[in-house]
């Protein structure tokens, strides 16, 4: 049986009052799940797509709830909807991002979904707040973490 039962949540933001943001993402995720512990916000600058501002990332630790991954996807696809996300641009400027980062250590590979998050590993501004959460050290024991980034994230 396994007694690990965290799932952890990426949020991200880079327009508008991005402190703000991130309050507000985790309060709404707060009161549809239990919130277990969050870390640090950091500061970034962007991958990937680089003409834009910098993101504030936060990582937060929920209990698993007793509903599918997928499900808690497509709620966290209206969460940022309603919180005003526009794609125009891929991997553009947002106002809020909310990605599954893992579901205890399951691997989770479905249409909608896939855990862990495929480049996590390789994000300081995913790796470094994670690594402030209790669960990180569950994580540790079926998956691998560097230390070392090409991009880089500083705490607040």
């Known amino acids: 049986m396994n007694s690990f039962n965290s799932f952890f949540i990426a949020t991200g933001t880079n327009l508008g009052d991005r402190r703000k943001h991130l309050e507000e993402a985790k309060a709404i995720l707060a009161k549809e799940f239990k919130l277990i512990a969050e870390s640090r916000i950091y500061e970034s600058p962007a991958v990937d797509y680089l003409n834009q501002p910098d993101f504030y990332n936060q990582v937060l ?3 698993i709830p007793d509903c599918s991954p997928e499900s808690v996807m497509k709620r966290l696809l209206q969460i940022e909807k309603e919180m005003g996300r526009n794609r125009d641009i891929p991997k553009g400027p947002r106002i809020i991002d909310l990605d599954i980062l893992f579901w205890s250590d399951k691997k989770i590979e479905s249409e909608a979904l896939t ?7 390789e994000r300081s501004f995913v790796v470094l707040p994670l690594s402030e959460l209790p669960g990180f050290k569950e994580l540790q024991k079926n998956f691998e973490f560097k230390f070392a980034f090409t991009n880089k994230a500083s705490p607040l």
């Open 115 to 121: 855990v862990p998050h495929p480049r996590l590993f």
């Open 61 to 63: 630790e929920f209990e």
